[in-house]
């Protein structure tokens, strides 16, 4: 039986961030670590026997991520933070994966972050997310950066459609946007890409490896 690999998700108690918890907590390769930034948020986690660690993305995060294998960050100011949490945050914590040797970092970003102008009250948030999204390109990490439409609370199809620029905006599902999280980890899907997603047709394990 191979070792399983320590996959921290930075954001973990936020509505997306749970889901990717349970999906890593019934996987055969990977064991989950969540990232929360209070403790009693941690005693969510801890009540259903996952690794917890504190970390603040306002703060210095090398202690927060030591031990990582692969990391995901999929963490969000809700609008309120978004050049400290949205993209500082996320610069931090690039640099501390990088510190850790990370073999694989996969961003949660968004549709439009490629284009902020054309956000309308979201140009900040999406400015923020594009220049975390570049941060992480130049860091020599191996990343995969995801871009979903607007996120939805439905149930998860497991099915996508994903391109690198998809020309309509629809919605996907965070469980959907959580699956395909999860999914780019695997060494067998080539690193170092940017795609957006939408719900759609394709079985989320065949659409991130074509």
Do not use: C, W
């Amino acid at each position: 039986m191979k070792k399983k690999k320590n996959v921290l998700v930075a954001g973990a108690n936020g509505s997306t961030g749970r889901i990717i918890i349970d999906l890593l907590k019934e996987s055969e390769k990977y064991q989950p670590i969540a990232m929360v930034r209070k403790q009693e948020q941690k005693e969510h986690f801890e009540k259903e026997n996952v690794a917890t660690v504190l970390g603040d993305l306002e703060e210095d995060l090398n202690e927060a991520v030591k031990g990582a294998d692969k990391v995901i960050f999929a963490a969000g100011s809700g609008g309120k933070k978004v050049v400290e949490v949205d993209q500082e945050g996320a610069k931090r914590f690039t640099d501390a994966a990088k510190n850790a040797g990370v073999e694989k970092f996969v961003m949660l970003s968004s549709m439009g972050a490629d284009n902020p102008s054309i956000g309308g009250e979201l140009e900040d948030y999406l400015k923020a997310k594009g220049n975390a999204d570049d941060y992480l390109q130049k860091s020599g990490l191996a990343y995969t950066i995801v871009r979903p439409g607007a996120l939805t609370n439905e149930e998860g199809s497991g099915k996508i459609q994903l391109k690198e620029k998809l020309e309509e905006q629809e919605s996907i599902s965070r469980a959907n946007v959580a699956q395909t999280l999860v999914e780019v980890l695997d060494n067998d899907v080539k690193p170092n890409q940017i795609f957006e997603i939408l719900d759609g047709e394709t079985p989320i394990e065949k659409a991130v490896r074509s």
